[in-house]
């Protein structure tokens, strides 16, 4: 696609260091799809602006030009969220690096969107203070990123998400404004709360240029157990019955037989001999309460049949038992040549049932299935295993992938808990939502983007004309007409 | 007396005395008693053009500022009561005129709560919605924005429309429950919501400590960064010298409940009163007047002497409550009623700048219509404009609730 000379002019008055406008073709390339390779497109022209005036200029000259952009954190997203748009301009947050500061009297840090997730604690730990947010991509994914797609991690059970650990956002509104939304580093700030709309967006409504992020205090406790069990079903139960005994934990993931299969290969990670599904249980918090957790949680598993209960005695321990489920994504390479991630939430109490499903389907199919996932707020990550190569795999692969997703709906969950919809689930989101739940949602984006210029193509299968507004009369008043009322 | 308009089947009377919006009286009152019929009202009352607010219990309805036009209420507490509580996966789904003392007491069954406060007495779960109100266990919970999952919603034109969901991980579009929580009904009415749960803890016990001035630094921080994982966090100051109390929350197993007492002691440097029910203030607002007032949490020290030398001054009684260690304070000033008006604009002007100096907000919370009346009950609001375009699409004819809330929306 050729640069418009107009906007490559107007965008060089703004990004004066030739090496922050690219517009050649070899280079784009790098820029053409997200952590979900399979979709790609080049973008027209990528900018990387170091200022908040330059984001806000250069949104201004695409909003006048009426030029669809995109933005872009570290590129790690599994939902093609920052698939770039062909005729559009992809604005890349990487450049925003700075940590502003650490304030530990208020427990907040004031970020730049491009700092990676993981320096925050880094930077954070001098003060005794950690990001609760963990997504398994922490070492290489952004801020900015987190904020767009509301990330979870391992320890979300009891920390919660992205959104309850933010306060304060900057952000370029679609038609350049900068505006602030959250309290800063106070929390309830009156009016509509445009932060907790704002939060898991998908890059749809703005342009986040500052994160003030809550930073807690480290726990004074942390143990690690590891179970191994008979059958994923043993397992769900243990689980549920976890949650039953009072016991919040930091974490709960589950691995079965294929991805501990796939862990063991690549990482060595020493999980119980035989074991057809393994747990992972951390608890958190003051030192009594874990003690008696952990044994508490110990027993459960014992008596939902586990073959071998361990807890950590040791950090090397404990990172070991860590590096098992952290490496799988990666380590189903090993035993497959392609594979898809899925993300799918079903309520916790169907889990055994929904695994039979899943095992069902993929036998059916002739595909493996290998199940890593949150046990404990049910958000499933089916790895579907295939291989491009052979004729057909990749399209029964696909199949199975959405038919998981269909379950999810069916058994009254979600299409994502955490990964977004981005490009890739827009046809799920007719599924789970009807067209007046998504008109709804789209009133919203109106408010922000009437042009549909911010991240188009993202998050909803059909965008809503703005001006249209339905079951509304124009024209006369009615009340007018009858003479009942007088327009003044 | 009940009527039945032309098109719709919904109970509707001519209004009363007790109907009224802050003073300012509808001509009719509807009942619906299912969506169906809520949904026909809106629809009706916006192709009519017809002004309506929402009304619950109406422990709150005097809140936020009177109608700009009103000739509709709608009252939501006719509505089907729902609560479903799906104990294992620790989620509810409740219809919104439940009140959240019924609610949890259905949920104490299972030994599970909604881990959020009653903060005004007989609120329902939709009222506590519309004003995003929450007490002491947002310390340790967050508040109700943090807890709510997933929402119904029937939009001013009569729009049924859900958002989130049932499960507490769920990424799947825009967190719309978010936005109608704390929007005082000014973008439709919330009929059923989900919520995250917590188990009930297995003991309670509330930790008072008598500290003075300018301990209120030293303390909190030394609280704020200790292991004892409170609960709750609160402060209680009548700012007459009569010294200031604060309350913590702890829970969790008897064994550790004590140790983290005897902890906090130790690190405080005082021996508290240990209380295992709440002390007669704990989570309740100051009567009349109430600002609420966030704050950066290191700068409640010098907040809370500005409210002492407002209450000396201005011969104000001011009262302060409020969740200390989240930045979140109630103060009440009980003669409000009786100051002639520039008075209170002064006052409310004070206690507004504190805020603003300790890097947060203040709003008029409740207050007599005269008060009201006679300050800014909302103050300076930052993105303004975006709120009012967000209004200007819920509600283009600025039908529901016309200015209740900030900004005249
Ligand atoms: C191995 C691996 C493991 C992962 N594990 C997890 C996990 O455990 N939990 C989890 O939640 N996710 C996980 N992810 C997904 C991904 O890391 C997260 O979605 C992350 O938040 C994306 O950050 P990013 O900086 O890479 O954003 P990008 O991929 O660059 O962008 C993601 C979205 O954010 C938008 N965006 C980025 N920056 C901004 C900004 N400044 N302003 C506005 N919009 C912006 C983009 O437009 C896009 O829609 C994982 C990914 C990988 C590759």
Redesign the pocket.
Same mark, same amino acid.
């Given at each position: 696609m050729n640069v418009p000379q107009a906007l490559l002019d107007r965008l060089r008055e703004i990004i004066t260091d030739d090496q922050d406008l690219i517009s050649d073709p070899a280079l784009l390339r790098t820029f053409e799809c997200?952590?979900l390779a399979h979709y790609r497109v080049t973008p027209m022209v990528v900018v990387l602006p170091t200022t908040v005036a330059q984001v806000s200029a250069i949104v201004r000259v695409c909003h006048e030009m009426e030029i669809p952009f995109?933005?872009?954190?570290?590129? #790690?997203?599994?939902s093609a969220?920052?698939l770039p748009v062909g005729d559009g301009v992809l604005i890349t947050?990487s450049k925003f690096r700075e940590i502003h500061e650490i304030d530990r009297a208020n427990q907040r840090a004031v970020v730049d969107?491009g700092v990676i997730n993981l320096d925050v604690s880094k930077a954070a730990s001098a003060a005794g203070l950690y990001y609760a947010p963990d997504?398994?991509?922490q070492q290489?994914?952004?801020i900015?990123?987190?904020?767009?797609?509301n990330?979870?991690?391992?320890h979300c059970l009891k920390y919660g998400f992205t959104t309850h650990h933010v306060t304060g956002v900057e952000v370029v509104l679609p038609d350049g404004e900068i505006v602030n939304f959250g309290g800063y580093k106070s929390v309830d700030a009156p009016g509509y709360d445009l932060l907790g709309a704002f939060i898991g967006s998908?890059?749809t409504l703005?342009? #986040? #240029?500052k994160v003030v992020v809550r930073l807690l205090r480290r726990p004074e406790l942390v143990k690690t157990l590891l179970a191994g069990f008979n059958s994923t079903s043993e397992a769900g139960e243990a689980v549920s019955a976890i949650i039953a005994s009072r016991i919040l934990p930091a974490a709960i993931e589950m691995m079965d037989a294929l991805a501990i299969e796939a862990a063991e290969k690549t990482v060595q990670c020493g999980y119980p001999e035989g074991a057809n599904t393994v747990l992972i249980v951390e608890l958190d918090g003051p030192n009594v309460d874990v003690s008696m957790g952990i044994e508490r949680v110990q027993h459960i598993c014992e008596s939902f049949g586990a073959t071998e209960v361990r807890i950590a005695k040791s950090e090397a321990e404990r990172a070991l038992i860590w590096k098992g489920r952290k490496s799988a994504?990666a380590a189903i390479g090993t035993i497959s040549p392609d594979f898809i991630i899925q993300d799918g939430v079903i309520p916790r109490t169907v889990l055994p049932e929904v695994l039979g499903e899943i095992a069902k389907l993929g036998a059916a199919a002739g595909i493996r299935v290998a199940n890593v996932f949150h046990a404990g707020d049910g958000n499933l990550h089916p790895l579907v295993l295939f291989d491009e190569s052979v004729d057909g795999e990749l399209e029964r692969a696909n199949a199975v992938s959405g038919a998981i997703i269909d379950l999810c709906i069916k058994h009254g969950g979600s299409i994502t808990g955490?990964?977004?919809v981005?490009a890739d689930k827009v046809s799920y989101m007719g599924k789970m939502f009807n067209e007046y739940d998504l008109d709804t949602m789209q009133l919203l984006r109106c408010a922000f983007d009437r042009e549909n210029l911010c991240?188009p193509g993202?998050v909803f299968p059909t965008p809503r004309l703005c001006g249209e507004v339905p079951g509304h009369h124009r024209g006369v008043h009615p009340l007018v007409e009858k003479g009942l009322a007088e327009l003044f | 007396m009940a009527d039945q308009s032309e098109s719709s089947n919904t109970a509707r009377r001519v209004a009363g005395e007790e109907d009224a919006v802050d003073g300012v009286r509808p001509l009719h009152v509807a009942s619906p008693t299912n969506s169906h019929e809520l949904e026909e009202t809106f629809r009706e009352a916006t192709r009519l053009r017809t002004h309506f607010v929402l009304s619950g219990n109406r422990t709150k309805i005097d809140w936020g500022l009177a109608p700009r036009a009103l000739e509709l209420g709608v009252d939501l507490s006719r509505m089907p009561v729902i609560v479903e509580h799906e104990a294992s996966d620790l989620v509810v789904r409740v219809s919104t005129n439940v009140s959240l003392d019924d609610l949890q007491l259905q949920l104490r069954q299972k030994h599970q709560r909604l881990a959020l406060d009653t903060v005004v007495p007989n609120t329902t779960i939709g009222g506590m919605i519309a004003t995003g109100l929450a007490g002491p266990l947002r310390y340790g919970f967050g508040s109700v924005r943090d807890l709510i999952i997933g929402a119904t919603v029937v939009r001013p034109d009569g729009v049924r429309a859900a958002t989130g969901g049932r499960v507490v991980k769920n990424v799947a579009g825009y967190d719309l429950a978010k936005l109608y929580t704390g929007s005082y009904g000014t973008l439709g009415a919330v009929t059923e919501a989900f919520f995250r749960l917590h188990a009930l803890p297995e003991t309670s016990q509330f930790l008072i400590f008598d500290i003075s001035l300018h301990d209120i630094r030293s303390f909190s921080q030394l609280v704020l960064f200790s292991q004892v994982a409170p609960s709750a966090f609160e402060i209680r100051d009548a700012c007459d010298g009569s010294g200031i109390q604060l309350g913590i929350l702890l829970e969790g197993f008897e064994a550790s409940v004590r140790e983290r007492t005897s902890s906090l002691a130790g690190s405080l440097g005082q021996e508290p009163r240990v209380l295992s029910h709440p002390p007669e203030w704990w989570g309740s607002l100051p009567e009349d007047t109430t600002f609420k007032v966030t704050l950066e949490v290191a700068s409640s020290q010098e907040f809370m002497a500005q409210m002492h030398e407002i209450s000396g001054s201005s011969g104000q009684r001011l009262l302060v409550t409020g969740s200390i260690g989240s930045g979140v304070l109630f103060v009440g000033a009980s003669q409000a009623d009786r100051l002639p008006a520039e008075e209170i604009e002064n006052l409310t002007h004070q206690v507004r700048s504190a805020a603003t100096r300790a890097g947060g907000f203040c709003v008029v919370l409740r207050a007599p219509m005269g008060v009201r009346r006679s300050v800014d009950v909302w103050g300076t609001i930052p993105a303004l404009s975006v709120m009012k375009r967000i209004k200007a699409q819920f509600d283009p004819f600025d039908l529901l609730a016309p200015g209740r809330f900030v900004g005249g929306i």
């Open positions: 997200d952590g995109v933005a872009r954190g570290n590129g #790690t997203g599994l969220g920052a947050l969107p997504p398994s991509s290489i994914c952004s900015g990123g987190n904020v767009a797609e990330s979870g991690g391992a998908e890059g703005g342009i #986040t #240029t994504f955490e990964h977004g981005g991240n993202k | -």
